[in-house]
């Protein structure tokens, strides 16, 4: 399984993004997308995942109401949109999908397939 995330940049706070993440190789029911960030100095945290079963989502509570988690399945790939940006989610995002044997999808033990990540900067 591979993963490309592509669509970071620089931003103005109250600004938008959307994140792609281009799937190759077999990803099948029972598996989970997932978003993660991590900014410097601090740990990888789950932004938002995605079911491959059922389409359900998850959305770490900071990001609620503001990103939204999107699947293509006939382009294979996933979307991170982004709104209302904020100098706080400046980090490097990155894409993982992985079987999901519990019913968190934002745990990072969950992933062992993970992208190369791409940077998201908020700064006026």
């Known amino acids: 399984v591979q993963l490309v995330e592509s669509g970071g940049g620089l931003v103005q706070p109250g600004g938008s993004l959307r994140l792609s993440c281009a799937t190759a190789?077999?990803?099948?029911?029972?598996?989970?997308i997932a978003w993660f960030r991590q900014a410097p100095g601090k740990e990888r945290e789950g932004v938002s995942c995605i079911s491959t079963s059922d389409g359900s989502t998850m959305y770490a509570d900071s990001v609620k109401a503001r990103f939204t988690i999107s699947r293509d399945n006939a382009k294979n790939t996933v979307y991170l949109q982004m709104n209302s940006l904020k100098p706080e989610d400046t980090a490097v995002y990155y894409c993982?999908?992985?079987?999901?044997?519990?019913?968190?999808?934002?745990?990072?033990?969950?992933?062992?397939?993970w992208g190369q990540g791409t940077q998201v900067t908020v700064s006026s």
């Open positions: 190789g077999e990803i099948s029911d029972w598996w989970a």
């Open positions: 993982a999908t992985d079987v999901l044997l519990g019913s968190d999808c934002l745990k990072l033990d969950e992933y062992d397939y």
